[in-house]
């Protein structure tokens, strides 16, 4: 089973360029989440997909942060402008369905760096 | 919201002896308590967890405890390896759509 595949890996920018990152979640799996994770710390989630709705997006700075998914299937991660400390590790992960107890698989993350 | 307090933030132990990480959470309503081992450069993955109905439950080398009264759960791996280096994050997790919300991590380091 392919695992969850995300793109860039890495990626160097200016404060006040834009990024976007890219997701494929497991196939059939409803669930989608983006989480940050500054080093040092554990991964912060930013949006939760529920196949192509959000369910939540508390923690996403909306002012700068935006995300989608559409068809229910790959997602995009979008930061404009960036700023520096948004420096962080950008974590896609995807699970079978939500309201169920079930675990969550991780792909490998995009390291983002502002400079 | 949800917050979880992970100790110790770094762990050094011989090759053979155990290790054990604590954790604390703040909502009773979560329900759901895994455990994730994160090698560099790589994301996240689950090694073990539990749920509320249950106080204990074993993996081999790997075991994990929950006190839901003091809010407290603990990994507890036996017969480190060196391949057990890596840094380990608890979890909690609960509502309808099982937001989960992560510790502060645990840098593990098993001297040969």
């Known amino acids: 089973e392919a695992g969850v595949a995300q793109s860039p890996r890495y990626k160097i920018i200016e404060k006040r360029q834009s990024v976007a990152f890219w997701c494929n979640p497991i196939s059939g799996h409803a669930t989608l989440y983006w989480y940050q994770q500054i080093l040092g710390q554990g991964p912060k989630l930013l949006i939760q997909f529920q196949n192509n709705g959000v369910v939540d997006d508390s923690q996403l700075p909306k002012d700068r942060f935006s995300a989608e998914r559409l068809k229910g299937v790959d997602s995009t991660l979008k930061i404009q402008p960036a700023k520096l400390e948004d420096s962080a590790v950008y974590l896609c992960?995807?699970?079978?369905?939500?309201?169920?107890?079930?675990?969550?698989?991780f792909g490998p993350g995009t390291r983002l760096t502002v400079l | 919201g949800e917050n979880v307090e992970q100790h110790p933030s770094t762990l050094s132990v011989q090759e053979g002896d155990s290790a054990v990480i604590k954790c604390t959470y703040s909502d009773s309503a979560s329900n759901y308590f895994p455990w994730y081992k994160q090698e560099l450069g790589k994301g996240p993955q689950l090694i073990i967890d539990?749920?509320?109905?249950?106080g204990e439950k074993k993996d081999q080398r790997i075991a994990v405890t929950l006190n839901k009264t003091a809010k407290h759960f603990s990994l507890h791996i036996t017969e480190t390896q060196p391949e057990d280096s890596a840094v380990y994050f608890c979890?909690?997790?609960?509502?309808?759509?099982?937001?989960?919300?992560f510790g502060t991590g645990t840098k593990l380091q098993v001297i040969p």
């Open positions: 992960a995807s699970s079978f369905s939500p309201g169920l107890v079930n675990e969550q698989f």
């Open positions: 979890a909690a997790s609960g509502g309808g759509y099982q937001k989960v919300t």
């Open positions: 539990i749920r509320s109905n249950v």
